[in-house]
């Protein structure tokens, strides 16, 4: 289940694929953690870092898009998906704290991190790299 590093999910945007794949290693030892049955507290903590962490990180991408002056319409789409994933992130915090049964929480979990993560960086976030050397190359 765990979401392995490919030349697929590279930007090209040497800040943001090292934080892919140090977000990518928390997702894994999150997933790792609630397979293995880990303790509630143990779980709680990785979710409470990897809520400050991805919060740290679409905060750079948004940044580095206005610094760059990315295309205002493609980041408004942007920003709502990474809203859209708080919003999904949150709703299953919620579930886990009501419910932590193992089954549940792998399966949302894969579906709400692994699946959403894998898409938006082969798309949305791509489009950033593409656009990052269409700059450079005008240059």
Not at 10 to 34: C, F, M, R, W, Y
Not at 71 to 78: M, R
Not at 96 to 117: G, I, Q
Request: negative net charge; charged residues 25%; glycine residues 2%.
């Amino acid at each position: 289940m765990d979401i392995k590093w490919t030349e697929d999910l590279t930007v090209g945007v040497d800040s943001i694929d090292d934080q892919h794949k140090e977000l990518i290693s928390i997702i894994n030892n999150l997933l790792k953690a609630i397979n293995r049955g880990d303790a509630r507290d143990e779980i709680e903590k990785v979710i409470a870092f990897l809520k400050n962490y991805v919060a740290t990180h679409f905060a750079m991408e948004e940044t580095l898009m206005l610094r760059i002056k990315y295309p205002n319409d493609k980041f408004l789409e942007h920003e709502r998906q990474h809203t859209d994933f708080w919003e999904n992130f949150n709703e299953l915090v919620a579930v886990f704290n009501n419910d932590h049964s193992l089954p549940l929480m792998v399966n949302t979990m894969k579906e709400v991190l692994v699946d959403w993560l894998v898409n938006h960086i082969c798309q949305t976030d791509k489009a950033i790299g593409v656009f990052v050397k269409k700059q450079q190359s005008l240059v």
